[in-house]
């Protein structure tokens, strides 16, 4: 099993990966005119503009697109697939907002309400201790906890389990527990961090346009808040992971338009690592008049996010959400990380998901190795990686392979 190391910043990108799209890219006249100049910006590391998106989504051949974003995805990880061990810890479900689209809050006096105390918390990892090495954990807007109160429980949490990174809070979280301790969100963060937060997982995003946003989340943090909270995290020090739901009310355009958003943030600031783009799942809400995303949909929107997002590393198949087959299909639009073994997860849950939680490394990696990716355990930050060899694959119950067919 070979292991190496990255740097933050390029977190596991190969160094050549603009001379590699230009060998991996069929030649330009193989694709119809409207994307040939498409093809010519990705050749040249040129950004591709937000009329160009639109394009993108609206070609009628996704496969077209697909084979962009995979040559896009090969020319920086090859073959290799990403994934971590980790487990989601909600501390807890009770918030101040009700965004639409939420199945996960409750309000104080619900019977199903709870605030985990840090004991309760640090329980909760005990079982995983030895499997995991990150601890993913975002939750409501608690009303009276603060900063001393975030301060003690990552402390304590950092100090019952050095090993573990501790990835928390989203943006909407971040804005609250800074007016909740009336300090600003920059110096928040960096007492967060101090007290051993890691980094932050990049929730909260939504759709970045405010007309959406009024109503699908009223009152959470605006589009300018949520880039400038990543941007303060990244002056802080540490790396953030970028999200986009969709499939609520939003437009194409309105969707292209967010990730040209991120995208101007991430050539100012170089600090996100990931991109994790999901649908809405409407179970337990209150948005009857969403879309809702096909599963070509969900495909086409990682593809183009590979191909819009040129400067974020990683664009994830966040199974949590699309579920294991629809992940797998995205490994082939674009996507390198398959999200993690996940001990444990609510929020999707509470909205209809029914992925599987709490696989072992050889269930994970089995999705990767079916579809023909070479799964690399990494850490949080993308800074440690170890493949897995078909030595190490666990083949499971395999079809019968016949030699009589046609006998
Ligand atoms: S999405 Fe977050 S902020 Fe909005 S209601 Fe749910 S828990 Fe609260």
Not at 317 to 346: P, Q
Not at 368 to 390: C, H, L, W
Request: glycine share 6%; hydrophobic share 35%.
């Amino acid at each position: 099993m070979k292991s190496w190391a990255s740097d933050i910043s390029s977190c596991g990108v190969n160094e050549d990966w603009l001379v590699r799209i230009d060998e991996l890219l069929p030649p330009s006249d193989y694709f119809e005119p409207v994307l040939r100049e498409i093809v010519e910006s990705l050749r040249s590391g040129k950004h591709i503009t937000l009329e160009q998106g639109v394009e993108l989504w609206n070609y009628p051949n996704l496969s077209a697109v697909a084979t962009l974003a995979t040559a896009c995805k090969q020319a920086r990880f090859g073959d290799q697939v990403f994934f971590n061990s980790n487990l989601h810890v909600n501390q807890t479900n009770i918030c101040t907002l009700a965004c639409k689209f939420c199945a996960f809050r409750r309000g104080p006096r619900a019977k199903d309400a709870y605030a985990l105390s840090i004991d309760e918390f640090i329980e909760r990892i005990r079982p995983y201790e030895t499997m995991i090495d990150e601890v993913h954990t975002v939750g409501g807007l608690h009303p009276e906890w603060d900063v001393d109160y975030y301060e003690s429980l990552f402390s304590r949490v950092k100090n019952a389990y050095p090993h573990i990174h501790i990835k928390s809070l989203s943006a909407v979280e971040v804005k609250h527990i800074a007016e909740v301790s009336g300090i600003s969100t920059y110096a928040l963060l960096s007492r967060l961090n101090k007290s051993g937060l890691d980094s932050l997982p990049g929730g909260g995003a939504e759709i970045l346009d405010d007309d959406v946003r009024n109503v699908i989340c009223n009152g959470k943090e605006s589009s300018d808040e949520y880039i400038s909270i990543h941007r303060d995290a990244h002056s802080v020090g540490m790396p953030t992971n970028c999200t986009m739901l969709f499939g609520t009310i939003e437009s194409v355009e309105q969707r292209i338009a967010h990730l040209c958003k991120l995208r101007a943030l991430q050539d100012e600031t170089g600090g996100f690592q990931c991109f994790v783009p999901y649908p809405y799942l409407p179970d337990n809400s209150r948005l009857p008049e969403a879309q809702l995303a096909s599963g070509s949909e969900v495909l086409r929107m990682i593809a183009i996010s590979r191909l819009m997002l040129d400067n974020i590393p990683h664009i994830k198949a966040y199974r949590m959400n699309i579920g294991d087959r629809l992940s797998e299909l995205a490994l082939h639009h674009g996507a390198d990380d398959f999200d993690g073994t996940v001990g444990h997860e609510e929020i999707m849950h509470e909205a209809g998901s029914d992925s599987i939680v709490g696989y072992s490394k050889s269930e994970l990696t089995k999705f990767i190795f079916e579809a023909k990716g070479m799964p690399v355990q990494r850490n949080s930050n993308y800074t440690k990686f170890r493949r897995f060899d078909d030595d190490d694959r666990d083949m499971g119950i395999r079809l019968p392979v016949t030699s009589s067919v046609g006998e």
